[in-house]
Each structure stands twice: as C-alpha cells, then as structure tokens.
C-alpha cells in the first residue's frame, strides 16, 4: 500500500540559472529558532562550514546578508533571513490542507490500481491538529486506512450526508452560542439517523505578537485605529464562532482592519502574526503555541464526529472507534496546547451538544 504526501517548495535561481539549495530555508528555521549556526547545522545535518558557505552564497545572490553575527550572542537572522524564514512557513501553512486533500486523492487512485483490499473509513473534517493525528495512529494499528480530507465543517457535514465520506468531523462552542451555531447543521443531521461521537474540546482565541505590544485585552481591542487583523475565510467554523462573538458583543467588524482579509487554517493565521504581518489573529491555542506567540482563551470548543448508525455499526467504524480510546490518541492530544480528551470515541447525543453547561476534562 502507498503513502503519498506533497510538500510545497518555494524555488529562486541565480543569474546561472542555479537554484538555491533546498537546505537553505531549514538552516535558517533552525537558526531562527536556536540562535547559534553551529546547533542550527547538527539540526539540518550539514558541516558548519557548509552551512556558512551557504549563507554567504544566497547572501551575495540578494545582496543582503541572511543573517548577523554579533561575538557573544550568536546568530541572528538579518531582516532578509526572517522574511524568506517566514515565507516558507506562510506558504506551508496555507497550502498544507489542500495538498493534503490532493495526495488523498492520487493514494486512492493508485491503491484502486493495485487492488488495495484494505478497509477504508473517508473522514470529510474542519481542520485541526487532532484530527490530523488521526491517519498516522490508524496506520499504526494495521488492518484499516482512514482517508482525511479537510473541508469546512458544514461542508464535510454536508459530504457525509450524501454519502461522500463515511464520517464528518466538526465543532461548536460549549456555553449559550452551540445551539443557535447548531442550526447550520440541524437541517443536516438527525438523531434518528445519526451518531455523534466525542474526539476532543479545544480551545479558541486570539492570537497575538509576543508580549501582546498592543495590550489587546478581548475582540473589541481589534476595532483599534492601526491594529492589524487577519481572518479566517467565510464558512470556516472558525470564523462561524467569531462572527457570533462580535454578535453577541455589539462589535462593528467593517472596523476591524483586516477583517476581509483572511487566510485558511489555524497555522496560517499564527503564522502571519508570528512574521509580522499582523498584529492578531482568532484560532486554535496550539497554533500560536507552535508559532510562540502570545495567546488569550475566548472559548472552548467540542470537536466531534458524525456518522449514520448504519456506518457506526461497521466494523471500520468500530476500529476508528477502538483508536480514538485508546491511550495512543490520548497522550498524543496531550501534547498539543489547548486541547483536551473528553471520553474520546463515546457518543454524545444531540441535546448534549447544545447544552450550555461545561463538562469536566479529563
């Protein structure tokens, strides 16, 4: 069986017609992130003095240093570095789901080419790091293949009911906004002909430069005069759950800067607040955890799957089941900021879902 995966690459060439050396955008990753070459090129698996040829290379190729040397306080990146360092992050952020989608898609061909015989269960999901844990702890388990396609919530919802995808994976806030956000999926899913069954609570909300400069303290501090912003695309639960909040607090979003302007995951976002581009961002805690950035919980969420009581029967489903309870999922959702096991696998009825009262975690 095959594994498919696509990593995007960004690509410059000299006045030869030479491309810089792939290794380049990691070293200065690692330099960013330990402030001395030295460790940076054990990181990246290269001598020191090819690491530093390197940097001089690109460095004469732009026209620009990469990164300065200060005796005593190792290596910085130079403005130059950080921007190409931010760059690849920003393009990997933003392109991650979507060339994910598209290696699922040339897997299952080819494993159809191959007669494949092995179970498959088709998760349609929002986006989100637990979930995204998901294929790798099927796999190791052996004898089942989840198929992870990332889509909106009331998309991958909406794929399940037409029999696209054998579960659905979406979220709603727990307190008073779940049940009028429930509505988007009521015409949906049915308790008589559905199953909705816990994966994880997650926490959402604003992420913010290091040291909060701006002393946001809540969504109203984004109205500011000069206070950058960038959102989450329309129909994101994401950007579902902000749209209630400036609701239900009487904010005006046309003053929000930045407001239309949106980007497509959690990472996307951090990543556009971490280099600079803006001041805040709204999404998951453990995206501006991977960013290092600051962070201030508005609300915490239910993410759960549904699936028809007919697949909920099937023995895929009941392996899928088997996975999310078993200590694997728990202690690697332990390792992600702001998420929670909640009885992970165990199904939660409808009422539940939209009950405004909070629920221990374990």
């Not at 029999?163 to 988007?184: K, M, T």
């Amino acid at each position: 069986m095959t594994r498919i995966s696509i990593e995007p690459a960004l690509t410059f060439r000299d006045h030869s017609g030479d491309d810089i050396d792939p290794v380049l955008f990691r070293l200065l990753a690692a330099i960013r992130d330990h402030g001395r070459l030295t460790v940076a090129s054990r990181e990246v698996g290269y001598s020191y003095r090819h690491c530093w040829n390197l940097l001089h290379q690109w460095s004469d190729f732009f026209g620009a240093p990469l990164v300065d040397l200060t005796r005593g306080r190792g290596t910085r990146l130079a403005p130059l570095g950080e921007a190409l360092a931010w760059a690849v992050e920003r393009v990997q952020a933003r392109l991650g789901p979507q060339l994910h989608n598209l290696a699922q898609e040339i897997d299952r061909e080819i494993n159809r080419a191959v007669l494949d015989t092995e179970p498959t269960v088709r998760v349609a999901a929002s986006h989100g790091y637990a979930v995204a844990l998901l294929p790798e702890l099927v796999a190791a388990e052996g004898g089942l293949r989840l198929e992870l396609n990332y889509l909106s919530s009331v998309d991958a919802v909406a794929a399940m009911v037409r029999g696209q995808a054998d579960v659905a994976g979406f979220h709603l806030p727990i307190g008073p906004l779940a049940a009028p956000l429930f509505s988007r999926y009521a015409r949906l899913l049915k308790p008589r002909s559905h199953v909705l069954v816990r994966l994880v609570t997650r926490v959402q909300g604003l992420m913010l430069a290091p040291g909060n400069p701006h002393r946001v303290g809540g969504i109203a501090d984004l109205m500011r005069p000069g206070l950058r912003f960038i959102n989450r695309q329309e129909g994101a639960g994401t950007r579902t759950l902000l749209d209630a909040m400036i609701e239900r607090d009487g904010i005006d979003s046309g003053a929000i800067h930045g407001y239309t302007d949106i980007e497509f995951t959690h990472a996307a976002v951090a990543a556009h607040v971490a280099s600079g581009q803006v001041d805040a961002g709204f999404g998951v805690a453990a995206a501006a955890a991977r960013f290092g950035l600051d962070f201030i919980p508005l609300a915490t969420e239910r993410y759960v799957l549904a699936m028809t009581r007919e697949t909920a029967q099937q023995k895929a489903a009941q392996r899928l089941i088997d996975v999310l309870a078993g200590q694997r999922f728990a202690d690697s959702v332990g390792d992600l900021a702001g998420y929670r096991v909640l009885s992970p696998g165990v199904a939660i009825d409808f009422d539940a879902l939209t009950s405004s009262a909070a629920e221990p975690v374990n």
